[in-house]
């Protein structure tokens, strides 16, 4: 499969199968993440990889799903991810626009993962106090976001924009995301 096929094919995954990811995928991933380029070659950027099934639990417990479909985005018991890595930045290194190497480090991740066979989910509400407190995360690191990883229990699918962004479940219990058509984002040589 082709870059350009595996970015296609990528959706958010929010219900999992109970099969754990190898570790070396884990850290394959955090490999590519840490490849992006970088403001000023910086690289404040740094990762927690978490899948123990003791922790799990306690990482799920400051995510928040989903919330246009609430509560039914919420991956239930027997369907929650089986990895989460967590992306940090050292407040101590970088420049302002280091901000924007989240973006990058989030799609390696992404795609390493779905190159095997695991789907994702980014979050980015999350109770990071207590996320902090669990991982003992020194306070000189930002939280920026959670990567949720395990292998696909849904196929969701996209949807022609029809004027609201707002992802819905049909009656199969099939996710559908709303996407903007190309011609309505793409501009050549002038807006």
Not at 15 to 25: G, L, S, W
Not at 48 to 69: C, E, G, H, R
Not at 109 to 118: D, F, P, Q, R
């Amino acid at each position: 499969m082709s870059v350009y096929e595996v970015i296609i094919k990528r959706r958010s995954i929010r219900r999992f199968r109970e099969i754990p990811i190898p570790r070396k995928i884990l850290e394959n991933c955090v490999d590519a993440a840490r490849l992006i380029p970088s403001a000023a070659n910086l690289q404040p950027l740094e990762y927690v990889i978490v899948n123990d099934d003791q922790m799990l639990p306690q990482v799920f417990s400051t995510l928040k799903w989903a919330a246009y479909i609430s509560p039914e985005g919420t991956p239930p018991e027997g369907k929650r991810p089986k990895a989460y890595i967590t992306i940090l930045k050292n407040r101590d290194i970088g420049v302002p626009s280091s901000v924007y190497d989240v973006g990058g480090a989030m799609e390696n991740i992404i795609l390493v993962a779905l190159e095997k066979g695991i789907g994702s989910c980014p979050i980015a509400s999350v109770d990071r106090d207590k996320l902090r407190e669990i991982l003992n995360i020194p306070d000189n690191y930002e939280i920026l976001l959670v990567l949720a990883l395990g292998y696909p229990d849904e196929n969701p699918v996209t949807e022609p924009f029809n004027g609201s962004v707002k992802y819905w479940k049909d009656k199969s219990g099939v996710l559908h995301v709303p996407k903007r058509k190309l011609e309505s984002v793409l501009h050549w040589n002038t807006f």
